[in-house]
């Protein structure tokens, strides 16, 4: 007797849901197809929309209830995906996410990628390239682009950060495997700001081949304004830290009245020259020792 009512419950219940399906289904201008893709499918009616809605909040224990689409895949290298295709069918744009790579020697990829076509005319016609991806089971994710520039119009292209962290932007050398070796860095550095303009200065930095630091060749102090050539501590207008100052180009002023400004230095074979004052200059002799 329980398993006949078990039974008759569940007939029930599965003919109450075609007939809701089919109630729904019927509302429409036409009916779901079979999909003349390669792989099959179900096609929508054309010009028909899907429109999901939810009040559930992403909560693990619960399941996360509010994906309203989840895209899974079943096997190690499967990659689903979204694509967008022309009128003759052909791909233009996909949203992929994956772990594996299609080739088993290279590394996992494990990233989730924005890709486009290449160009019609070029080595790759056609096929769909990864141009912005974004990896996953990273505390900092690498974000990378390929073959991509970055236009930034009417529009501003800003490093933050927070006290005692530096932002850095950084060129750099890229190997097999995308590692890269850094070469310069412009950064902000994570000098505290104090107040009164202090704080978080400017530097260029340099590398060695191995991708080590060597030096800071450029500075300027935000507070003061003050520049350093091979100084990252610059107490002076110009703090240059070497040996030696080179100008390359000789030239002597005209007369003592010659056109100048205050500060100017010239040089040729017999005198140093300096501008004193506005269109004023004086000399010293230069003599062999």
Known sequence: MKVLLAVSLALGLTFGIIGVVHMNASATESQFTGS???????????????????????????????????????????????????????????????????????EDHNHLSIETTMSPTGKNANQLFTRFEIPFDQDVAEIRTHSSNLNVVDGLLRMAGSDGVNRDVQFAKTSDGNVTSPRWTLRADSTNETGANAGSNFHIIRYSDAGEEIDTPFSINRKNGNVGIGSADPTTKLD??????????????????????????????NYVYVCVAPNKWKRTELSSW
Do not use: C, M, Y
């Open 240 to 269: 240059v830290d070497g040996d030696r100052i080179r100008i390359r180009q000789s030239a002597a002023p005209a007369s003592s009245s010659a056109p100048g400004n205050v500060g100017e230095i010239a040089w040729d074979s």
């Open 36 to 106: 003349a893709l390669p792989g099959g499918g179900i096609e929508v009616p054309h010009n028909q929309r899907f429109h999901l809605s939810t009040d559930q909040q992403w909560v693990s224990s619960q399941g996360h209830l509010s994906d309203l689409i989840r895209l899974q895949w079943t096997a190690d290298r499967a990659k689903p995906a979204i694509s967008w295709v022309d009128e003759a069918g052909k791909d233009k744009t996909a949203i992929v996410s994956h772990a594996k790579a299609n080739d088993p020697n290279q």
